[in-house]
């Protein structure tokens, strides 16, 4: 019963009777959908070229729960875009290759390509090593279409995110709120 609609309570008077199609509506539905709300859980398999200083989307080409079909892993393989209006609880982080020079390494969450205030976590970083950055978890009200990206960026030459089945960038969304 995938892509339920947020239910909506009825306002009963006294004396209504409970039909079926009311309890359906009303109690079938609603503890249906809060059994089974909007959750995607994406990573990154393949390792991903990043320009120096410059921020890049993170692109999750597997995922293993995506309850609304809100992510494809062929189009637009950064974005979750939200099938149901509401309030998101994001989480995730990148696994990023040190390079030459390199001094630090960012991950942040976007909405609609803008950078969400509060989300951006950042630590130092050594040369030829490899470093897993968190993004802030944060929740995030999105509308039908609006969609979420994990966001990477690192200086030096030639900095990479680290695709394996261990050492992987990731992104975490989960309705919580109408």
Not at 28 to 49: C, E, H, K, R, V
Not at 115 to 139: C, F, Q, W
Request: proline share 5%; aromatic share 10%.
């Amino acid at each position: 019963m995938a892509n339920l609609p947020v239910p909506i309570p009825a306002s009963e008077v006294p004396g209504a009777f409970i039909t079926s199609a009311l309890w359906n509506a009303q109690v079938f539905n609603g503890l249906t959908f809060l059994l089974n709300p909007p959750q995607f859980f994406g990573y990154q398999t393949a390792g991903q070229s990043l320009t120096s200083g410059a921020g890049t989307a993170v692109t999750l080409d597997t995922e293993t729960i995506d309850t609304y079909g809100g992510h494809s892993t062929v189009t637009n393989t950064s974005r979750y875009t939200a099938q149901v209006a509401g309030t998101y609880l994001v989480s995730g982080g990148t696994c990023v290759n040190g390079a030459t020079s390199q001094t630090y390494i960012a991950a942040y969450f976007a909405k609609n390509g803008t950078e969400l205030a509060g989300s951006r976590g950042m630590v130092p970083a050594n040369s030829s090593h490899t470093y897993t950055v968190s993004a802030i978890t944060i929740p995030v009200v999105l509308a039908v279409n609006d969609y979420v990206e994990l966001w990477v960026q690192a200086d030096g030459t030639s900095p990479t995110t680290h695709g394996s089945a261990t050492q992987t960038s990731s992104m975490s969304v989960t309705w919580v709120h109408a």
